[in-house]
């Protein structure tokens, strides 16, 4: 059961795979609650390269040094969710103002759903203000060097993904 006055953060995405920036993210939220939970969205008609499971198992594994970080799956609202472990704060990041227009709309729709509900916003680090899940898996599929934007462990299972994709 959820201590009442425990302070705890919802850090929902899809993390296919987390990145150094989502870990910037997850490192410096974590600061901010006692709890931090990261939500990995198992939304079975987006189509993910990693299962909702690995997904998980990957981010509890590079946040272990984290003793406040709580790695769940969850389909859904990201609202309901949040309520459901006793959240009252969804967190985001922000990496540059192409992102704001949807993080804003998506903000605004989960409190309209759910007034006691607030998003808060990090701006990313600059140095990893262009990093996305998406370009680091295009790299990752022509064979350049992702290791800059993710951890050796996630590149390990990326370059092995994409091994077993082109036999
Ligand atoms: O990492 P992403 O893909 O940008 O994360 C998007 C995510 C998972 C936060 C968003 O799609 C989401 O919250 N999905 C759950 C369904 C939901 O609550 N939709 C309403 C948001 S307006």
């Given amino acids: ?74 389909d859904g609202l990201s609202v309901d969710f949040a309520k459901a472990q006793g959240s009252r704060t969804l967190v985001r990041g922000l990496r540059a103002v192409t992102d704001f227009e949807y993080e804003l709309q998506m903000a605004q729709t989960n409190h309209a759903m759910s007034t006691e509900i607030d998003t808060i916003f990090l701006t990313t680090d600059l140095k990893y203000a262009y990093l996305s899940s998406s370009i680091v898996k295009e790299v990752a599929s022509f064979g350049g ?17 994409y091994a077993i994709k082109e036999d």
Avoid: W
């Fill in 1 to 74: 059961m959820n201590n009442q006055r425990e302070k705890i953060g919802v850090y929902p995405g899809s993390f296919d795979p987390v990145t150094l920036g989502h870990l910037d993210i997850i490192e410096r939220s974590a600061r901010m609650f006692d709890k931090l939970i990261v939500a990995v969205l198992d939304n079975r008609s987006k189509k993910a390269l990693f299962t909702a499971d690995e997904r998980v198992k990957i981010i509890q594994n590079e946040t272990k040094h984290i003793c406040n970080v709580e790695v769940m799956q969850f």
């Fill in 145 to 161: 060097d992702i290791s800059q934007f993710v951890t050796p462990a996630v590149r390990a299972l990326l370059e092995a993904k």
